[in-house]
């Protein structure tokens, strides 16, 4: 008698019958794909690039991929995955992202990979709603019981700075983020901004004390010598990571950054897949990679970038200036994570505009921290009505110089 004879006269009788009994299909079936572009209001507000993929059973998927100032142009993006996606089983992500990545032959940049990233957020939520579970619960569950979040604060002096930030503090936030460096209406001036940024770090420091969380964003802005004047200006009020010190066409300009300060460095959020970041993690540029997970390709394609972060120990901290798609997105990854830091959110939770836009639950804060979503798939659903509401406005990004009128980065 051979040994798996003998475990399986062993075995319990309804063990025997479980271990024949197939998987029950799912039998879902994507019908249709629609798109929202959904305006944040006020004078030349922001826009939403929302995506809502329906199936057969009644299940409709949602996924974000705003892309700001282009937001037309994403929508347009997603709706040309509908003749490939109508009629495919929305279960088959690994196989769906491949296709509309490999398939159209021309790949990457913010356009294409956002609008691939929308959809796949959406099957995701297609996909946990019909098992009845949460999204982390199918990347292999908790690596963690709760998740660090950061907030966004600023001012336009030192002492704003200080009490903006002390606010956050107070209503409970361990970690906040804000630019510090300073333009003088659409001009940025290499030396001025510079020292105003440190004049407001300053302040901030003293303002929230020594164990909370200051995270930097220079947002490319920098000269890669204003990048080092300022990290190296930096280093004694200790922040918790500067993030987008350069520009992301040559790996070689954040290596010199890199040798030049010993403050923590960032980077990500206009990098796409997990080819565009495996270079960053095999030199050891940054500490925190930053992707975007409405923009990097996905719910899945993030857990892949954060698979090769951690082979090098480099840990996640993820980018995250959208709404509470893609904070709960995000979220999924988060907790299921090893590496993962700290998770960026720009909206803090009571908002009636985003109550509005979205039902069916939400996020739920804890003294800085989010607990696990708790609800089937994503955990939200667009209101169709209200985003009708808000239809599509133009929106124009700031337009920097430097004094001498030639175009600065943003």
């Given at each position: 008698?051979?040994?798996?004879?003998?475990?399986?006269?062993a075995?319990p009788l309804?063990?025997?019958?479980?271990?024949r009994?197939?998987?029950k299909?799912l039998?879902?079936?994507?019908?249709?794909l629609?798109?929202?572009?959904v305006n944040?209001?006020?004078?030349?507000?922001?826009?939403?690039?929302?995506?809502?993929?329906?199936?057969?059973?009644?299940?409709?998927?949602?996924?974000?991929?705003?892309?700001t100032?282009?937001?037309?142009?994403?929508?347009?993006?997603?709706?040309?995955h509908?003749r490939?996606?109508v009629?495919?089983?929305?279960a088959?992500?690994?196989m769906?992202?491949?296709a509309?990545?490999?398939?159209?032959?021309?790949?990457?940049?913010p356009?294409l990979?956002?609008?691939?990233s929308?959809?796949?957020?959406?099957l995701?939520?297609?996909?946990?709603?019909?098992?009845?579970?949460p999204?982390?619960r199918?990347l292999?569950?908790?690596?963690?019981?709760?998740?660090?979040m950061?907030?966004h604060?600023?001012?336009n002096?030192?002492?704003?700075?200080?009490?903006?930030?002390l606010k956050?503090?107070?209503?409970?936030?361990?970690?906040?983020k804000a630019?510090?460096?300073?333009?003088?209406?659409?001009?940025?001036?290499?030396?001025r901004?510079?020292?105003?940024?440190?004049?407001n770090?300053?302040?901030?420091r003293?303002?929230v004390?020594?164990d909370?969380?200051i995270?930097?964003?220079?947002?490319?802005?920098?000269?890669?010598?204003?990048a080092?004047?300022?990290?190296?200006?930096?280093?004694e009020y200790?922040?918790f990571?500067?993030e987008?010190?350069?520009q992301?066409?040559?790996?070689?300009?954040?290596?010199h950054?890199r040798a030049?300060t010993?403050?923590?460095?960032?980077?990500g959020e206009?990098?796409?897949?997990?080819?565009?970041?495996?270079p960053?993690c095999?030199?050891?540029?940054?500490?925190?990679?930053?992707?975007?997970?409405v923009?990097?390709g996905?719910?899945l394609?993030?857990k892949?970038?954060?698979?090769?972060?951690?082979?090098y120990?480099?840990?996640?901290?993820?980018?995250n200036p959208?709404?509470?798609?893609s904070?709960?997105?995000?979220?999924?990854?988060?907790?299921?994570?090893?590496?993962?830091?700290?998770?960026?959110?720009t909206h803090?939770?009571?908002?009636q505009y985003?109550?509005?836009?979205?039902?069916?639950g939400?996020?739920t804060?804890d003294?800085?921290?989010?607990?696990?979503?708790?609800?089937?798939?994503?955990?939200?659903?667009?209101?169709?009505?209200?985003a009708?509401?808000?239809p599509?406005?133009?929106?124009?990004?700031q337009?920097?110089?430097?004094?001498?009128?030639s175009?600065a980065?943003?």
């Amino acid at each position: 008698m051979t040994r798996r004879n003998l475990l399986a006269l062993a075995a319990p009788l309804p063990l025997l019958s479980q271990a024949r009994e197939k998987a029950k299909p799912l039998n879902l079936k994507i019908t249709d794909l629609k798109t929202f572009i959904v305006n944040r209001g006020g004078a030349n507000g922001s826009n939403y690039v929302f995506v809502k993929l329906y199936t057969n059973q009644g299940l409709t998927g949602l996924g974000e991929g705003s892309v700001t100032s282009k937001e037309a142009t994403v929508a347009a993006a997603i709706e040309e995955h509908r003749r490939y996606l109508v009629g495919k089983d929305p279960a088959d992500i690994e196989m769906h992202w491949q296709a509309m990545y490999r398939w159209p032959r021309w790949r990457g940049g913010p356009i294409l990979n956002s609008a691939i990233s929308a959809v796949e957020i959406a099957l995701w939520d297609i996909l946990g709603q019909s098992l009845g579970q949460p999204i982390w619960r199918l990347l292999g569950g908790r690596a963690r019981d709760r998740v660090q979040m950061y907030v966004h604060a600023g001012g336009n002096s030192p002492q704003q700075y200080a009490e903006s930030w002390l606010k956050a503090k107070q209503e409970g936030w361990t970690g906040c983020k804000a630019a510090f460096i300073t333009t003088q209406g659409d001009t940025i001036d290499p030396v001025r901004s510079v020292s105003e940024g440190i004049a407001n770090l300053k302040a901030v420091r003293q303002a929230v004390g020594e164990d909370f969380r200051i995270c930097i964003d220079l947002h490319g802005k920098t000269t890669p010598t204003m990048a080092v004047d300022f990290c190296r200006r930096a280093e004694e009020y200790r922040p918790f990571f500067v993030e987008e010190a350069t520009q992301i066409e040559d790996l070689d300009e954040l290596a010199h950054l890199r040798a030049s300060t010993r403050i923590p460095l960032a980077t990500g959020e206009r990098l796409f897949t997990k080819y565009g970041f495996a270079p960053l993690c095999q030199r050891h540029l940054v500490d925190y990679v930053q992707p975007d997970v409405v923009h990097c390709g996905g719910i899945l394609e993030m857990k892949k970038i954060a698979t090769i972060a951690e082979a090098y120990r480099i840990e996640l901290a993820p980018h995250n200036p959208q709404s509470e798609v893609s904070t709960l997105a995000s979220l999924h990854v988060d907790f299921s994570t090893p590496n993962f830091a700290i998770q960026e959110i720009t909206h803090r939770g009571n908002e009636q505009y985003w109550k509005d836009l979205f039902y069916g639950g939400g996020i739920t804060y804890d003294k800085g921290f989010a607990l696990p979503p708790d609800r089937p798939g994503l955990g939200v659903d667009l209101d169709e009505k209200v985003a009708a509401m808000r239809p599509y406005q133009p929106h124009t990004r700031q337009q920097l110089r430097f004094p001498d009128g030639s175009i600065a980065d943003h």
